[in-house]
């Protein structure tokens, strides 16, 4: 029986609101258009499906019992291969509302948290996820999720807990978390990396973990700082990849055999790109896509890029997806230079 990836944590609603202008406070507009997409763990959970249909993805999240929780079944519901059955159903569904501009293409977001703040191990039904030794089990977004993100007595956070329980089942972990700049990040994240096999996060949710300066004041990559943050993260527990993307390119580094590498990114052509949503869930399926098929490290960053790569041409965060195949078919038709630079 094959391995599966299980993906937990929150399933989001994010309803689209096509409007011509953003309009002043008190002020009056129309919405001319409306479209519903899955959001949070959604954008991952289909991007891995699509990338194989014989993989096994398994959802664990709590779900409203209204009709925004039944739009996210049915969207799932398109792909055999998304298993549903240990999604819990309680409260109302996390619902983002997106305000879709059209005069300067910006978005303002109306984010409701809903269920995904009361996902904690308690609603994790280990049993129907059916986990064997050698799934592998992602856990989204640190940051994000209240009870997640709780104090735990024994292993600092609950979500330290959950990935413990996770290594304890023989399976490997990787966490996410969405970029916030503040105090807590790295008082939330660090007894999470703890228990943590692989860690892909961007360039700046990992200057906030490690507190090194990565990214200069004009947004580069300040170079001669990503072997220090990469180490900085293994100190605090990842046991085999930390992979790091970002808009210049990615660098990983595999704890296990002790060796840093750099990729530079697609060069797209003019036109290609159509949105940007959800660009880093799609890197991250590409790396674990590579880690269910047992590549090496430098396979995952090719993965990852070019997976992420596909995904913006598309506006939405999944529909730009392809198979594994027609994803690397893309890769070598834009890739410039795949050669990897040690660090």
């Not at 699509?50 to 398109?78: C, F, H, M, P, Y």
Request: charged letters at 25%; proline letters at 3%.
């Amino acid at each position: 029986m094959n391995n599966q990836i299980i993906v937990a944590g929150s399933l989001i609603l994010d309803r689209h609101y096509a409007i011509s202008s953003y309009p002043e406070e008190g002020r009056l507009v129309r919405i001319d258009g409306e479209n519903d997409d899955v959001g949070g763990t959604g954008n991952i959970i289909i991007d891995l499906a699509k990338l194989d249909k014989n993989l096994t993805v398994n959802v664990s999240a709590v779900l409203g019992t209204g009709s925004a929780g039944r739009v996210i079944l049915k969207k799932l519901a398109e792909y055999p291969n998304i298993e549903t059955s240990a999604i819990v159903y309680k409260g109302h569904t996390s619902m983002t509302l997106v305000m879709d501009a059209a005069d300067n293409h910006q978005r303002t977001f109306f984010y409701f948290p809903g269920a995904s703040n009361v996902f904690c191990d308690k609603y994790i039904n280990w049993e129907k996820l059916n986990c064997r030794k050698g799934d592998i089990f992602q856990l989204e977004y640190l940051l994000l999720m209240e009870a997640l993100d709780a104090k735990d007595s024994e292993f600092g956070t609950n979500a330290a807990r959950i990935l413990y329980t996770a290594q304890q089942k023989g399976m490997k972990t990787s966490i996410d978390m969405v970029s916030e700049k503040s105090e807590r990040v790295p008082q939330i994240v660090k007894p999470a990396l703890k228990y943590t096999d692989f860690c892909i996060i961007n360039e700046l949710e990992a200057q906030e973990v490690t507190g090194i300066p990565l990214v200069d004041e004009k947004g580069n990559i300040v170079l001669e700082k990503r072997k220090a943050v990469l180490q900085s993260l293994a100190e605090c527990g990842v046991s085999e990849w930390i992979i790091i993307h970002a808009p210049s390119g990615s660098f990983g580094f595999d704890v296990k055999n002790n060796c840093a590498f750099s990729l530079p990114n697609l060069e797209l052509p003019e036109g290609f790109i159509k949105g940007k949503t959800g660009a880093g869930d799609a890197f991250s399926a590409g790396v674990l896509y590579a880690a269910i098929k047992n590549q090496d490290i430098k396979q995952a960053m090719i993965y990852g890029t070019a997976c992420a790569a596909i995904s913006l041409s598309e506006l939405n965060g999944t529909d730009g997806l392809r198979s594994i195949d027609e994803v690397l078919v893309m890769y070598k038709k834009y890739c410039k230079s795949s050669s990897f630079e040690s660090l």
